[in-house]
């Protein structure tokens, strides 16, 4: 089994938990910001983007509590850990994005019909620029560590931070686009689109968070990792089926049956396993291997439809 992480170890400036630190308070200084420059401008469009900023704040807080959680070690109730914890702080994120999309619509919606002009728009668009290089900083950086640390909380947030800047760029687009042209309804027609932009995404974080609540299998290059690791030990006298592989969060899990000729010793046969093993979780860090010793004559068949019922 590859070993658990240290909790006690110093946590470095691109830990999934220290970036969502970040990330909780530059949703403060973007809603400041964002809220400031609505104030100045009376533009519904940037009243839209305030309002994602304050999903990002609530989003941040929620996705640091499941990633604490899901470092915490293995126990007696959850032997396999709480690494699917994230995959919460990923649906969490999906449902406030569509709560702020219908909120962002209800009121574009009565400032179609009813325009407003707008006011002091310079300073409004600097302070919406100056918030969305902010959070573009901040998605590249966490982009990067969820990766490295295979965390879907990470990875949410970061889509999201991506979507709020590409909001604030429709939005000053279509500031620009009214004070250009006089038409204070297009105000309006942006921040519905911003919404429209936004619920994708939310749908998007949604999907991502129940397929990997239901053990959705491991990426293809992932699998591509074992199946070459498998293959170093090809041999007429040993063969691998029923691999069976799904993710958790970080971590990665596989279950197979390696048959092997009925004669050998069972130490022999543990230790050729043990060597198996070792190749998996060198292959894939973090991953979990659960291997079956079988004899080459014996087949298993536990997935008959007879046993699912």
Known sequence: MAPMPNSAAPRSLSSPRTLLWVSVGVAVITIVLKTLAWYVTDSVGLLSDAMESFVNLASAIFALMMVTIAHRPADHDHPYGHYKAEYFSSGFEGILILGAAIGIIWAAGHRLFTPQPLQQLGWGLVLAVLSSVLNGVLAWAMFRAAQAHRSIA?????RHLVTDVWTSVGVVVGIGAVALTGWLWLDAVVAIGVALNI?????????RSSQGLMDEAVEPEVLAEIEKALAQFAHPTIRFDHITTRRSG?????????????????????AVRGSVEQALMSAVPGLRATIQLLPSDVEAHFDDQEDLI
């Not at 990470?154 to 970061?158: C, I």
């Not at 970080?250 to 543990?270: N, S």
């Open 154 to 158: 990470l990875e949410a947030d970061a």
């Open 199 to 207: 619920v994708r995404e939310g749908g998007h974080l949604i999907w």
């Open 250 to 270: 970080q971590r990665r899990f596989v279950d197979l049956h390696m048959h092997m000729p009925a004669g050998w010793t069972l130490g022999r046969a543990a």
